[in-house]
């Protein structure tokens, strides 16, 4: 090649992706085309989706947008969500705190310091009905952010429509719970990871049977990608963590097409502009190849690579954080770029703390901004086409259908995070980048670049909310004194039965939450029966 | 140089803390990890077992004002001294409050790594 030489001429410097691949200063026609003879045009809602699930994408219907949300108590929370609303967001993201991630209630010593900071605290149905009041659920779709207790979330979600009414056979909704990268990375683990995968697996097979619209997992390559993975092995581990959850359900004799077009992902944005979009135009393909060709599945939408996109906390910095509303706009033209179903961008503030009202609106603005101004909704995967982004999607396939074989040689990604080596690989990794950072062999503005001294703090701390956690502590023990206690020990009885016989557990758990029986109160019961997960020091 | 690196409270964060031990271990020193999720009291008899010259507590919810009280209570009360530092998302206004509290030093997020295992490797 004629560039080659140029640039051996030049002394220009190589370039290299984050996930090896080598980038050349020209695409033509000979990359994407003189390579491939057997081409084939590809076309936006038909298999295998490189360009798009749906054939005319936002010019049909834009994307969702859902915010990241939820802080202090039921009530601060309730208020949020009618704020977001009000200003046009169409989904709820839910954030729960850490008493409530990690399944304990709200006066439990280990939860001290930690009620309503980092999201809104659950303890019994009582706070969802707060949480949601008002609001409509048959409008706005309500993504669950939850993973180790999420069966009991999930289970207070479903009791809640019906007592209000909604028909689960309608009810859309998604809920995170993907324990198997909370095992990698995020950390809100409880059970050992045979028992964790099994309550995934359960929720899998209740939606599936009972509430079909509801997504019961959204398998999050994000936090494996925060934790030092690259793009290709954000996609690969997602992908196997996905056909492990395929696996085990369909063991339980359930028909793949019953359960596979509910599965969606939740994916990091922050890198190389191209690299993220050419590796959801090649997840999208691989996706799709591997649910027809692999699992056989006969319903188009069963192929479907359907995400969450927008968030990179790890590419925002705390240097000079206003710089953070530029990146996330990025990020947002990025995720549309790349053919997402919702978006949720980081607030600039988020390095710091969780969102002030201000920095809410301001990320909910961006995607705006986008969306009506910069004509992103008209044409379907506007880079479809280009030399250069077609030439990487094609490499990116291939090196991400590479990584998901070596899983595979290794026993598989169960067993990589049961024995902590996939925990090993990407920690090693987050300290390589982390030396490449400090070294300015990767530059980040303001950080190592662009540097400013003596920065006095711009940001306006969220606070925490003493009162509020207070308060819920009381709403707890007062429920616990008013509610049916005898029916709630019968009910608690009734959960550790299932659980012994080995049965699935989202039956009883929805009558104990009705009674309100606490989340606490479920998750011991379960960790009785279950045991808990002894994490493999690896770093 | 012997160093304990722990997780208290519920925080899931560990790329920070794992970041650090791949440093410190580096920099020719000994790591020992608890891993997520240990309360104070299972932290310090951690420390009382081990020996350690330098506990480091790696917290990033936002409770690093919490804990620290309670891992000078508890340092007291079990008659342990060792020094500890703590390093995660603490704002750079707490970092004096937090050496108040017992902490030998406070590292809030974006502080230089190899900052890190310079100061631990010249505790006295």
């Known amino acids: ?539 | 140089m012997k160093v304990l690196l722990a997780k208290p409270g519920l925080d899931g964060h560990d790329v920070g803390v794992k970041v650090l031990a791949h440093a410190i271990k580096a920099a020719g020193h000994q790591v020992i990890y608890t891993g997520l999720r240990k309360s104070i009291e299972e932290i310090v008899q951690k420390a009382k077992e081990e020996k350690p010259d330098v506990i480091g507590l790696s917290i990033l919810s936002g409770t690093h004002q919490v804990l620290c009280e309670k891992m000078n209570d508890e340092m007291k009360k079990q008659e342990v001294e060792i020094p500890w530092i703590v390093g995660g998302n603490i704002p750079a206004e707490d970092v004096t409050e937090l050496r108040k509290t017992g902490a030998r030093e406070a590292f809030p997020t974006g502080t230089q790594i190899d900052a890190v295992v310079k100061y631990i490797g010249e505790l006295k």
């Open chain 1, 1 to 539: 090649m004629e560039t080659k030489t140029e640039i051996k001429k030049e002394g220009i410097k190589k370039v290299f992706l984050e996930s090896g691949l080598e980038v050349k200063p020209l695409y033509t026609y000979e990359d994407e085309y003189g390579k491939n003879p057997g081409f084939q045009e590809e076309l936006p809602g038909q298999f295998p989706f490189t360009r798009g699930i749906h054939p005319l994408m936002y010019r049909k219907r834009p994307f969702t947008i859902r915010q990241y949300a939820g802080f202090a108590s039921p009530e601060e929370t309730n208020e949020r969500f009618n704020f977001l609303i009000k200003n046009g967001q169409t989904g709820l993201n839910v954030a729960f705190d850490l008493s409530t991630q990690c399944g304990l209630d709200s006066d439990d010593p280990r939860a001290l310091g930690e009620v309503g900071r980092v999201g809104m605290a659950i303890d019994t149905l009582e706070d969802f009905e707060i949480a949601f009041n008002g609001i409509d659920l048959d409008k706005i779709t309500v993504s669950l952010t939850i993973n180790g207790s999420a069966i009991v979330l999930m289970a207070m979600y479903f009791a809640l429509a019906e007592k209000r009414g909604y028909d689960l056979k309608n009810l859309r909704g998604t809920a995170q719970n993907d324990i198997l990268k909370e095992f990698i990375g995020r950390g809100t683990w409880i059970f050992p990871v045979d028992k964790s995968v099994k309550l995934v697996v359960d929720t899998i097979e209740y939606c599936a049977k009972h509430v079909p619209k509801y997504s019961p997992v959204s398998v999050c390559g994000y936090h494996i990608r925060e934790s030092g993975a690259n793009p290709v092995q954000e996609m690969a581990y997602a992908f196997c963590i996905a056909k492990a959850y395929s696996d085990e359900t369909m063991k339980r004799g359930i028909d793949i097409d019953e359960f596979a077009s509910r599965l969606s992902f939740n994916f990091d944005i922050y890198g190389n502009l191209f690299e993220q979009i050419a590796k959801f135009r090649a997840g999208r393909r691989l996706w799709a190849k591997i649910m027809r060709e692999e699992y056989q599945t006969k319903k188009e939408e069963s192929c479907w690579m359907r995400m969450i996109a927008g968030g990179g906390g790890a590419g925002l910095t705390k240097e000079q954080p206003e710089n953070n509303i530029v990146r996330t706009a990025y990020y947002a033209l990025i995720s549309a770029l790349s053919g997402t179903q919702t978006m949720a961008l980081c607030t600039y503030d988020e390095a710091f703390t969780i969102p002030t009202e201000k920095s809410a609106e301001i990320a909910l603005r961006t995607m705006q901004i986008m969306m009506n101004e910069m004509g992103i909704c008209d044409t379907v995967d506007p880079l479809g086409g280009s030399y250069y982004v077609e030439s990487l999607t094609n490499e990116m396939e291939l090196a991400i259908r590479n990584e998901m074989m070596k899983v595979d040689e290794q026993g598989g990604i169960i067993n990589g995070v049961a024995t902590g080596k996939v925990q090993e690989t990407v920690s090693r990794q987050a300290y390589e980048r982390e030396k490449a950072m400090q070294d300015g062999k990767i530059l980040k503005v303001g950080l190592n670049c662009f540097k400013k001294e003596e920065e006095k703090r711009s940001v306006e701390f969220h606070p925490y909310n003493v009162d509020a956690a207070t308060r819920q502590v009381e709403k707890l023990k007062k429920k616990r004194a008013e509610r049916n206690n005898e029916k709630v020990k019968q009910l608690l009885a009734g959960v550790r039965d299932d659980a012994n016989k080995n049965l699935n557990m989202l039956t009883s758990i929805i009558a104990a939450v009705k009674e309100y029986a606490t989340v606490g109160e479920i998750i011991d019961v379960l960790k009785e029966v279950y045991g808990e997960y002894q994490e493999p020091i690896f770093f």
